[in-house]
């Protein structure tokens, strides 16, 4: 149980295109989301939160007019880099949790970007 | 906020051995002590995981310990293989999960 999906798992764009990354829990409700960003050999840093049907609250330093993160549903979030430049190319992964009572948050496999 | 230290950021150990891996935190009201498992090119994955009204918690060759007093807690992995070897992560949570710098784990056969 508490599965957690990715898509795409990489993705590869031009500067100044725009790129959509989906979260979804798979055998469970998620109302709150996570998203994290990882660069290479470095701890995961964490960009928003995410709760169904609420806007994200984004952390300190973090553009939420670059990082657009739509949570429509119980079991997906959204995360769309805009305009992207290649500082934007990390791994990106998102968690769930599983209640709103419960701290336990469990992770997807993430999805590397890589803007040329 | 919150602020994790972990230590130390490489350990290498011999097949068998056991590993040990310390982490400090900043906010006293902190109250959920996960640590992850993160292999190359995948998402972090729950190992373990402590809240603060208990002091220690195991699960198979997997221990965590948490002293609230001190403010540091630590992940025991007993009887190490060479599967084992990877990233591993503490982090500290009070709503939301700070993380730990990362140890590189590395049990060689």
């Known amino acids: 149980g508490a599965v957690v999906s990715q898509h795409p798992s990489w993705v590869i764009c031009k500067s100044g295109t725009s790129v959509k990354i989906e979260c979804r829990s798979l055998?469970?409700?998620?109302?709150?989301m996570f998203w994290y960003r990882q660069f290479p050999k470095q701890s995961l840093m964490l960009m928003a939160t995410?709760?169904?049907?609420?806007?994200?609250?984004?952390e300190q330093g973090v553009e939420k007019d670059k990082f657009l993160i739509n949570h429509a549903s119980l079991t997906l979030s959204t995360l769309t880099v805009t305009s992207a430049h290649p500082e934007d190319s990390s791994f990106y992964i998102c968690?769930?949790?599983?209640?709103?009572?419960?701290?336990?948050?469990?992770f997807g496999p993430g999805t590397r970007l890589t803007v040329l | 906020g919150e602020n994790v230290e972990q230590h130390p950021s490489t350990l290498s150990v011999q097949e068998g051995d056991s590993a040990v891996i310390k982490c400090t935190y900043s906010?006293?009201?902190?109250?959920?002590f996960p640590w992850y498992k993160q292999e190359l090119g995948k998402g972090p994955q729950l190992i373990i995981d402590?809240?603060?009204?208990?002091g220690e918690k195991k699960d198979q060759r997997i221990a965590v310990t948490l002293n609230k007093t001190a403010k540091h807690f630590s992940l025991h992995i007993t009887e190490t293989q060479p599967e084992d070897s990877a990233v591993y992560f503490c982090?500290?949570?009070?709503?939301?999960?700070?993380f730990g710098q990362g140890t590189i784990l590395t049990v060689h056969p």
């Open positions: 968690s769930a949790r599983t209640g709103a009572s419960t701290d336990t948050q469990y």
């Open positions: 402590i809240r603060s009204n208990v």
């Open positions: 982090a500290a949570s009070y709503g939301k999960l700070t």
């Open positions: 906010d006293s009201a902190s109250n959920y």
């Open positions: 055998d469970f409700q998620a109302t709150t």
């Open positions: 995410s709760n169904e049907g609420s806007k994200a609250t984004y």
